[in-house]
């Protein structure tokens, strides 16, 4: 499917191109900006208030709703068929940088935690809504854009969550603007449970003279072993588990009284989802038996389902033909992004990426620099193309 574009259509997004091009060291200057800012999911606010500043810079009025979310939107020319677009990206970033927090560059690289995920597709997005503005662009559908918060880790991307609640219903389609890699095509959520476990033995004590109470650290491990020991099924479909953030009392002549980690489980398949989740509550039960004086508690932060929508699916189809026209490879692939809200309510959502990066969630992050001017074509052009023609 080729997207429904006119020559008009083609010679703006032409011109719009060569801009990106000849301002791609302004962009990176930007990226380095917004960088700069330390996001750590919970902790967002100051990186809305500039986002909120840099959109007022070029008359965009945004508003700030009760989570954080920064939010701006474009009305559709008028007309009697119009859909409403929802193009967002995240701004919080999987880690704490610290109050040493520097961005550095060489002649190829930008380095420091969030310049790729998710710097560059806050950029994109500032940048998308900054050419639709000056080129003074309308559409015939709605558009709301959005910077969300909590979309990493234990934020359980609590800003799309509520930016779904709040406008579900009127959305029809999703451009969700990521970090890396260009030609990114994600159609597909892997299935995600993630939960905290907490071990309070209510005793503790001194290692030699309460030596035989129950230990906290010691419980936490037992379970982390059993589970551990879990088969996964064989299927062609991937399916992995990790424990995190451990985190014990106690000194080394003291008996642990509280213990705790973070638990997660991914799979592209329900069925095993399921399987290991039914496991992992089953280990616990079996501990909860042996002591029955220890309280063994598990928070659930994040559950959502494997969905896949078919490649063939129009959006995906716009995304691709955009791409090719830029001559970027699409891969189709699986991801867990703020997308996984949309899809799994049955709004076709596409992911795309923006950058190339690598060591992402981590302080040793790092992003190439020649082709990010490249990834904001594609999704300035992914979104004027869905805008225009979906």
């Not at 000849?22 to 800012?37: D, M, Y």
């Not at 880790?153 to 969700?176: E, F, P």
Request: aromatic share 6%.
């Amino acid at each position: 499917m080729k997207v429904n574009m006119n020559i008009e259509d083609d010679t703006l997004i032409e011109q719009i191109n060569k801009e990106i091009t000849n301002k791609k060291l302004l962009l990176l200057s930007l990226l380095k900006e917004v960088a700069s800012i330390p996001s750590p999911t919970g902790s967002e606010q100051q990186k809305m208030l500039f986002l909120k500043k840099k959109l007022k810079e070029i008359d965009i009025t945004a508003s700030i709703d009760s989570i954080g979310n920064c939010i701006a939107k474009l009305p559709a020319k008028k007309t009697k068929s119009k859909k409403t677009i929802l193009v967002v990206a995240h701004a919080d970033t999987a880690c704490d940088p610290g109050k040493d927090h520097k961005i550095t560059e060489d002649a190829k690289y930008i380095y420091g935690h969030g310049v790729c995920d998710n710097s560059a597709g806050v950029t994109a997005l500032l940048s998308i809504i900054s050419l639709i503005k000056k080129y003074k662009i309308t559409f015939s559908n709605d558009l709301i854009f959005v910077f969300t918060v909590g979309e990493e880790g234990l934020g359980g991307k609590r800003g799309m969550k509520q930016i779904i609640k709040d406008y579900g219903s009127r959305i029809d389609a999703v451009v969700n603007i990521e970090s890396h890699h260009i030609g990114r095509v994600t159609n597909q959520v892997i299935g995600q449970y993630r939960s905290e476990l907490l071990i309070d033995t209510k005793m503790g004590g001194h290692s030699f003279r309460d030596f035989g109470r129950p230990n906290a650290n010691v419980v936490l491990a037992q379970i982390i072993s059993d589970f551990s020991c879990f088969k996964l099924p064989k299927t062609k479909e991937k399916t992995t588990f990790n424990f995190g953030q451990i985190k014990g009392e106690g000194s080394i002549n003291a008996i642990a009284k509280n213990s705790s980690c973070l638990f997660e489980i991914r799979s592209e398949n329900n069925e095993t989802l399921k399987k290991a989740k039914q496991t992992f509550k089953l280990i616990l039960e079996k501990y909860r038996k042996l002591h029955p004086d220890i309280e063994i508690t598990e928070n659930v932060s994040v559950e959502v389902p494997a969905v896949i929508f078919p490649s063939s699916h129009r959006i995906y189809k716009i995304t691709m033909d955009v791409q090719k026209k830029l001559g970027i490879a699409s891969k189709i692939n699986a991801g867990n992004t703020d997308g996984d809200v949309s899809l799994a309510k049955g709004i076709p959502t596409v992911t795309i990426g923006t950058s190339e990066g690598w060591n992402t969630h981590s302080l040793n992050e790092y992003m190439d620099k020649k082709l990010f001017h490249l990834g904001i074509k594609q999704a300035f052009g992914v979104v004027y193309a869905v805008a225009s023609s979906y």
